[in-house]
């Protein structure tokens, strides 16, 4: 599972509340990517890092925001939440210390927005 | 960006016969192609890629093809078990974009028995 954990596993949450989910890997991964996954859609990248406060918007970046304050925490922040953010959240690193190929999702974040 | 589209999006065979899923590419510099396969309530899982100087890559019973020319790559299941099942995803990406994936939008695989 490449060491990835994501926190909470599932969260009911109600329309205008701020959302912080958690991604955190044990291995020293640069970069780290947060994706949303909907039905119909596949997945989408919502934002990336390649390093510690280095991070960049994906397709999807609208209403989220992203910190990396340290290698093994990635944080995805919903500042006021809406109905079309319930979805489920993927992390994913790719390892190593370059931008490679192959990335590794962690187990996903099940958010409910009511 | 990248445009991936997958087809279909949703498949069921007898089990025993083959699968196959197909996506197109509209970025002609994309040169990585991975599949994810993900089942009910898990994480996707890398089950097999494909780099652009690669026509065909196997792993048992998948393999991945790839046409740079037309921009599509196929994935290909052959004697299908119930295991099988699942939804797979393909997806590319490039290196001058930090790999950052587009993905396909899925497809629905049932083995029936």
């Known amino acids: 599972d490449a060491g990835i954990t994501q926190s909470p596993r599932h969260k009911v949450t109600e329309t205008g509340t701020p959302v912080t989910l958690r991604c955190h890997q044990t291995?020293?991964?640069?970069?780290m990517y947060w994706y949303r996954q909907d039905p119909g859609h596949g997945l989408r990248l919502i934002h990336y890092?390649?390093?510690?406060?280095?991070?960049d918007k994906g397709e999807v970046s609208d209403g989220y925001s992203v910190s990396r304050s340290k290698t093994e925490d990635f944080l995805l922040t919903l500042e006021s939440a809406t109905s079309s953010q319930t979805s489920v959240y993927f992390c994913?690193?790719?390892?190593?210390?370059?931008?490679?190929?192959?990335?590794?999702f962690g187990p996903g974040t099940r958010l409910l927005v009511l | 960006g990248e445009n991936v589209e997958q087809h279909p999006s949703t498949l069921s065979v007898q089990e025993g016969d083959s699968a196959v899923i197909k996506c197109t590419y509209s970025?002609?510099?994309?040169?990585?192609f991975p599949w994810y396969k993900q089942e009910l309530g898990k994480r996707p899982q890398l089950i097999i890629d494909?780099?652009?100087?690669?026509g065909e890559k196997k792993d048992q019973r998948i393999a991945v093809t790839l046409n740079k020319t037309a921009k599509h790559f196929s994935l290909h299941i052959t004697e299908t078990q119930p295991e099988d099942s699942a939804v797979y995803f393909c997806?590319?990406?490039?290196?001058?974009?930090?790999?950052?994936?587009?993905f396909g939008a899925g497809t629905t695989v049932t083995v029936r028995a």
């Open positions: 997806a590319a990406s490039k290196r001058s974009n930090d790999y950052k994936l587009s």
């Open positions: 994913a690193i790719s390892e190593g210390l370059t931008a490679q190929e192959t990335q590794y």
């Open positions: 291995e020293n991964h640069r970069y």
């Open positions: 890092s390649y390093g510690v406060k280095d991070t």
């Open positions: 970025d002609s510099a994309s040169n990585y």
């Open positions: 494909i780099r652009s100087n690669v």
